[in-house]
């Protein structure tokens, strides 16, 4: 079967961490472009972090640079999204989504910058909830 596995999310104090995981079946991870992105109630969704496929460039929102680290694993066909300093603002359902296009430049950015385009899969989700 061919799909997209979120899994870690769960309930964490401000500051704290935790680390989501996309695992891949039926397909193979590293020929994919992989974005994170989130979604809280009432508001759109947004790009988080993603990875290009190409050179392993990187991108990350303004509000999570510098806490949240996105890697690439092949061997088992997994990507992390590594969240340190949780703050209650990164509640949301996380989907991660996988992305064979090429793109001139950037591919990272253009990716993140892109939430609701028809990625070729789409994850069913994990929540994450920061409160005390």
């Known amino acids: 079967q061919v799909q997209l596995v979120e899994s870690g999310g769960g309930l964490v104090q401000p500051g704290g961490s935790l680390r989501l995981s996309c695992a891949a079946s039926g397909f193979t991870l590293n020929y994919y472009n992989i974005g994170w992105f989130r979604q809280a109630p009432g508001k759109e969704r947004e790009g988080v972090s993603c990875i290009s496929k190409s050179d392993g460039s990187t991108y990350y929102a303004d509000s999570v640079k510098g806490r949240f680290t996105i890697s690439r694993d092949n061997a088992k066909n997994t990507v992390y999204l590594q969240m340190n300093s949780l703050k209650p603002e990164d509640t949301a359902v996380y989907y991660c989504?996988?992305?064979?296009?090429?793109?001139?430049?950037?591919?990272?950015?253009?990716?993140?910058?892109?939430?609701?385009?028809?990625?070729?899969?789409w994850g069913q989700g994990t929540q994450v909830t920061v409160s005390s």
């Open positions: 989504a996988a992305d064979q296009r090429v793109y001139l430049m950037t591919p990272a950015q253009a990716m993140c910058d892109r939430p609701s385009a028809p990625y070729d899969y």
